[in-house]
């Protein structure tokens, strides 16, 4: 029989928790209980009291989507319609001096599925930001990968490949959502299948490419789809880990925001749909104990707010995100970001600090950029790559 207590040591001596443990070990403890036990987990993996924190710009480089999810308030389906746009070389080069002005690191570039552009837009664009700006380029969820394989009719890893030559640094782990097609084919049946973003993100992973694994929860998901979720990103973890290559490097998880501007937030079962704050973090301390491969866990504020992320330090993360400077996706589905779409790194700082550690700038790649050292600001930096 499966108890609390077996499931307490069990973690406690860093044993491996299986999808049936799990299931039981979401109904029998309580969030308290879940986030003491992930922050043991959390400091086996990180012992030093810091959070790391990331300076960079979201760009969302075109809203034409030919992908219809039900969830999204952001796309345009018709290329013509007036709210349609691709951004101009221009504007792209505004907003990445803006970023690179506030000490960003990286741009986090990711669009609709626009069939109007052809495979040399993404490469000429990449092509262009590399050679243009010393920044990291994180770019593509593994769904813009496949739109490219059908453009262009090349295989992901031929695309990946295509990408990586012209500065690619990373593929954020968009689009995941719940990875589970009964889920998917419910709120978006034309995106890829849960199997295709793991195929996807593995070519990623062999070529060394920077990837992060993210989560949404509150599609109206059971509790077995979420399992399901979590141990398909650690069986690739575990492959690619196994492998000699880094695998992800951050797991990310959020809530699923709708309101009447989503064909899911109309339905009229929108009342199942969404996930509170407590849910979300006993969500997030439930994911860090689960996934005991994935060394960085991120408290994410832009859907729940800061203080619900300072409260998902304690709950087995030691990453509070990124400035972002823009957000255009949940934004417009109803996240608070709909009026608080940016953070500066000194709100970043108090967060963490307030929550009692001590805040780190990173990179995408984990590297420390900067520490902060006391509560007067007094900063000093480190080595990049230290
Ligand atoms: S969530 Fe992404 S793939 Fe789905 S409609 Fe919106 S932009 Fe397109």
């Known amino acids: 029989m499966i108890t609390k207590q077996y499931l307490t040591e069990k973690v406690q001596n860093g044993a491996r928790i299986s999808a049936e443990e799990a299931l039981e070990m979401w109904r029998l403890f309580e969030f308290s209980e879940l986030a003491t036990l992930a922050q043991i987990v959390r400091f086996r993996n990180n012992p030093e009291r810091n959070v790391t924190y990331l300076i960079d710009r979201n760009i969302n480089?075109?809203?034409?989507?030919?992908?219809?999810?039900?969830?999204?308030?952001?796309?345009?389906?018709?290329?013509?319609?007036?709210?349609?746009?691709?951004?101009?070389?221009?504007?792209?080069?505004?907003?990445?001096?803006?970023a690179k002005e506030l000490g960003a690191t990286r741009i986090l570039l990711q669009g609709g599925h626009n069939d109007e552009l052809p495979y040399s837009f993404y490469i000429e664009m990449i092509d262009w930001l590399h050679t243009t700006f010393t920044i990291d380029l994180n770019a593509f969820s593994p769904s813009e990968i496949h739109q490219m394989t059908l453009v262009s009719g090349r295989t992901a890893g031929e695309v990946l490949r295509d990408l990586k030559a012209v500065g690619l640094h990373g593929l954020p782990g968009g689009g995941g959502e719940i990875l589970d097609d009964e889920v998917r084919k419910r709120i978006s049946p034309k995106k890829i299948s849960a199997g295709r973003w793991i195929e996807v993100m593995e070519e990623a992973q062999k070529l060394d490419l920077v990837t992060t694994a993210t989560m949404v929860i509150g599609f109206g998901e059971t509790l077995q789809h979420r399992v399901n979720h979590l141990q398909r990103l650690r069986d690739l973890q575990d492959r690619s880990l196994a492998a000699g290559h880094p695998g992800f490097?951050?797991?990310?998880?959020?809530?699923?925001q709708f309101n009447e501007r989503t064909s899911l937030g109309r339905s009229r079962h929108a009342a199942?749909?969404?996930a509170g704050a407590v849910e979300y973090l006993k969500n997030v301390a439930f994911s860090?104990?689960?996934?005991?491969n994935i060394k960085h866990h991120q408290s994410s504020w832009p859907t729940c707010g800061p203080d619900v992320a300072e409260i998902g330090l304690h709950a087995g993360c030691d990453d509070i995100g990124s400035t972002m400077m823009e957000e255009n996706v949940v934004s417009q589905a109803g996240a608070p970001t709909a009026t608080k779409w940016s953070m500066s790194p000194e709100e970043l700082e108090i967060h963490i600090r307030q929550a009692g550690f001590t805040p780190l700038q990173r990179d995408s790649s984990f590297n420390i950029v900067r520490r902060s050292e006391?509560?007067?600001?007094e900063q000093e930096t480190?080595?990049?790559g230290a």
């Open 249 to 256: 490097n951050l797991f990310i998880s959020w809530t699923h």
């Open 288 to 292: 860090r104990i689960f996934l005991d």
């Open 382 to 384: 480190i080595a990049h």
């Open 272 to 274: 199942n749909y969404g």
């Open 374 to 377: 006391s509560h007067d600001h």
């Open 61 to 98: 480089y075109t809203n034409v989507c030919n992908s219809d999810c039900s969830f999204c308030a952001f796309y345009r389906h018709n290329p013509r319609d007036p709210e349609a746009y691709v951004l101009s070389r221009e504007t792209m080069t505004e907003k990445v001096a803006e």
